[in-house]
């Protein structure tokens, strides 16, 4: 740890020196050990990675860094060395001390763990020319490669803090704002209010105490965008933060971290720790007189406070109950108090606006949405993990290039954009440009960034139930039509998807969206409705075919549907019959076909997915 | 003096004091909104939702709670638009749904002509709370205990003691049962004890030491003494015999 920084010279000092020190001729090498390349066994590789340089060594040859997400979590564990760029996916500890002996060593790339697109037909070597990382725009996520987040002289190489320094040395606060203003930032929070105006709103009210706050209680189910920013790079948000504190007169700041992140948590803490240290949080900060202190709050795990009004409710140390916006919260929010909250990417831009200039982040993405968007890409896509592309970009382009199209084949159906209260978007909308406003057009949203993409095997009506069941189990149970309208609208896509749904449950189910978006006290129960919408206005003959014919299309319903044994295709391997939970499926014989007893079929699905031969068909 | 502002309800031009929500604005002026978690003693909270408004502002109308909207300049405000009575409507038939046998929502609801909610019987719930908080934000803003807070969210969300046990802050005064809209709160004075089912807690009563009729619990009125430093023979006798 280097000594206090007393000045934005001693701080330029460090950087050149870290640089330096950075340039030194090794080979470097950037293990990802990010949240999900744990599950993936980044653990026990990071471990022979030590183990294997230690025994060798090699530390004058080689500079090993334990990284956050690199973004490709489909392929993990994942590694990138330099120099050559040459990007490693699914290593297991095996392939470690080849790694060391032949790529490390002797310059020599190992074929095997090399990621192969199948639209190249072969290996690609280089990161930057994989399909997933060809197609986006990594101003923020690039950098988790480059840093060990758990090191703030490895964020200070990278020119850390810079934007620090010049924003309390260079800039007044007003300038800054008008830097944010015109960088065109909108908050990545999903409502996409512009950052710059609301900063100025909150400096503009009246009052000496002011706060900022962090929001990185990102609760939708498959987005981890906030995640993969704070476990991977702390410091970014923390130097947007200050950044923040200082344009709009606060010396307090929060942030308010979801307590299911452990790894985020402890980076957040750690970054914390280091840059109260080394002088960059506490008082007198850089020599500026500008004094700011940060404090860390774990969410209880409720969903809603992640909205606003109920977050600052629970960092009072009250449940997390949302109020209504009337008076907004940049002049009565936390203890009544003028206060600013954005998302963590939100903050994490900033530094980039200040170093790099409004006109360079504006440049980026289209008019009016402009910087680059983290998008949480899962579901049935090939290459599922954390993408970053400018804002404006095709959702074809998102799922197809980047995402490298639908896994086994199958059809693209729909993906659902913001989590659970976004809407899903049908094929015929996947030109789409992925901003603000164009999602919310077509009764989605932007969200925290998830998109969840669904093939021809998802039913829409079961995917709207499943979202509604969250939001009913999340609704904070304050206002009516949230409370009691969501739960209603699940209870009746249960029975549209038990097969007792009657044909007016679809203008009842809309008379009830409807409902819910005039009348929720905040946004979890008007955009609640979105799931529910949208499948009906793309998917209604899905809707109607449970309706009406009692049958489930996409063969999920497990009250629509029956399983049966397709005679010609079914060589009797019997392997149906071995996994059959129940016993249900009888085995006749070899090269017989086997026979299904439906009175002891309990719809799990197992033969359907087992068999190779498609010999199990539902209808 | 505070600052008047100029606002129009239901196409009538009003002068009001700046600062004062919508609905005490409306109450003032005569004008009915219907509520049920509204009480003017205590602070609003926005619940039930049934006093929304229309407000139109610029080129778009939205739906407001009045119970928390403050009243500004200019403000153009509507009570019973189509759209302000559908929502309404679809808010008693989801109470109506919850409680589907109490008597104050079932009146209510036949107000607005919902004489059953459209929703399958096997939905309807026999309820009598609707969880607008009334009982507990009397208990703290009212009384000063806290015996009571809401637990639970969502559709499990209720009011309840602390670990759903006796409410041991509990002081008796039955404030939460006066100002219950919808009388979801047992409470019983009997054999010179007050039960309060809800709660799960009795008290004794005190007898009046003239005419011996029990009348207040001893608790509340310790409380009482307590609190504002009372000689401790204030409440000797009834309010009748005093």
Known sequence: ?619 | MSEIVNIIINNVSFQVEKGITILQAARKLGIKIPTLCDNEAIEPYGACRLCIVELEKGSRNRIVTSCLYPVEEGLIIKTDTERVIRNRKMLLSLLLTRCSENRVIKDLAAEYSIERPPFREKYWEKNDCIVCGLCVRACEQIVGVSAISLVNRGISKEPAPPFLEKAKACIGCGSCYYVCPTNAIKMEDRNGIRRIYNWKVEFKLKRCSKCGIPWAPEAQLNYIIKKWDLPDNIFDLCPNCR
């Open chain 1, 1 to 619: 740890m280097p000594r206090k920084i007393r000045s934005p010279e001693e701080l330029k000092k460090l950087q050149i020196e870290l640089g330096r020190k950075a340039n030194n001729g090794k080979v470097k090498i950037s293990v990802c050990n990010g949240t999900a390349c744990r599950p993936y066994g980044s653990n026990p590789v990071v471990q022979a990675f030590k183990s294997e340089i230690e025994k060798r060594g090699i530390f004058d040859k080689v500079d090993f860094r334990i990284t956050g997400c690199h973004g490709f979590c489909e392929r993990g564990p994942v590694a990138v060395i330099e120099p050559g760029n040459i990007f490693y996916q699914k290593i297991r500890t095996e392939d470690v001390p080849e790694i060391i002996d032949k790529t490390v060593l002797n310059n020599q790339v190992l074929d095997r763990l090399l990621f192969k697109d199948p639209e190249y037909k072969g290996a690609i070597e280089k990161l930057s020319e994989v399909g997933f990382y060809k197609h986006q725009n990594r101003i923020l996520l690039g950098n988790n490669i480059k840093i060990d987040p758990t090191n703030i002289e490895d964020y200070i190489a990278i020119g850390g803090y810079s934007a620090l320094a010049k924003a309390l040395f260079d800039l007044s606060p007003e300038q800054i704002i008008d830097m944010v203003k015109q960088s065109g930032l909108r908050g990545r929070g999903g409502a996409g209010f512009p950052t710059g105006a609301k900063w100025e709103s909150c400096k503009k009210a009246p009052g000496d105490i002011k706060y900022v706050i962090v929001n990185a209680d990102e609760g939708d189910p498959g987005a981890y965008a906030n995640e993969g920013l704070l476990t991977g790079n702390p410091h970014c948000v923390l130097e947007g933060l200050i950044i923040g504190a200082y344009a709009i007169g606060s010396h307090q700041g929060y942030i308010y971290v979801r307590n299911e992140y452990p790894l985020a948590l402890k980076h957040i803490t750690v970054a914390i720790d280091e840059a109260r240290k080394i002088g960059l949080l506490g008082d007198n900060i850089l020599g500026s007189g500008f004094n700011f202190n940060v404090r860390i709050n774990r969410g209880g795990g409720a969903f809603v406070c992640g909205e606003s009004t109920a977050l600052m409710a629970s960092l009072e140390g009250k449940p997390g109950e949302p109020r209504a916006k009337y008076i907004h919260t940049v002049e009565r929010g936390l203890w009544d108090r003028p206060s600013d909250l954005n998302n963590v990417e939100t903050w994490a831009n900033i530094p980039l606006i200040i170093n790099n200039g409004p006109e360079w982040f504006a440049s980026i993405g289209t008019k009016g949405n402009t910087g680059t968007k983290i998008f949480s890409l899962t579901g049935k896509v090939n290459n599922t993990g954390l993408v970053e592309v400018p804002l404006g970009m095709k959702l074809r382009d998102i799922i197809f290039n980047i995402g490298g199209g639908i896994r086994n084949n199958k059809k693209f159906k729909a993906v659902q954009t913001g989590g659970p209260s976004g809407g899903c978007i049908p094929e015929r909308l996947l030109d789409l440009p992925v901003n603000f406003d164009e999602l919310t057009k077509a009764g989605s949203m932007m969200g925290s960034g998830g998109m969840i993409v669904m093939d021809e095997d998802n039913c829409m009506v079961d995917v709207a139930r499943y979202f509604l069941t969250f939001l009913e189990e999340e609704s904070c149970g304050k206002c009516v039509p949230c409370r009691e309208g969501i739960r209603r609208m699940r209870q009746i896509l249960n029975d549209i998807c038990e097969g007792n749904g009657q044909e007016s449950d679809i203008d009842l189910l809309k008379e009830l969206s409807n409902h819910l978006k005039d009348s929720s006290l905040c946004a979890l129960g008007s955009s609640a409705p979105n799931p529910v919408l949208t499948t009906i206005e793309y998917f209604l003959d899905e809707y109607k075919a449970h309706i009406i014919d009692k049958k489930c299309p996409a063969g999920v319903c497990k009250q629509l549907i029956r399983f049966f044994i397709i005679d010609e295709k079914c060589p009797g391997c019997g392997l149906c019959v071995k996994t059959c939970p129940t016993g249900a499926i009888k085995f006749m014989g070899k090269k017989k076909p086997v026979v299904l007893d439906q009175s002891k079929c309990i719809k799990c699905r197992t033969c359907y997915d087992i068999c190779k031969m498609g010999a199990v068909g539902i209808e």
